[in-house]
């Protein structure tokens, strides 16, 4: 199974049939990053962004991961994600 949310090109779309089921903008690994980075960043405490960083891993591994080598902030608060998945 392929995992890219909205990285998925216009051709990928078609031949996946998910045309109209992702939003019509496509991002790179880098923006989907910084989108979720924003996310994180309005997240007022540690177990809210564990369970924002919970959910991205779960829907976008290859994007958690890029967040997880790019970003210290990352790092510190997923330390128990690995112990409860």
Known sequence: MCVAGTGFNAEERGKMGLDGLLP???????????????QLAK??????KFLLLNAIKQSNVNVFYRMMVDNIQVRESCFFLFFLS
């Open 24 to 38: 019509a903008r496509v991002e790179n690994i880098d923006q989907q990053a910084a989108r979720y980075m924003a």
């Open 43 to 48: 997240r007022p405490s540690p177990i809210d």
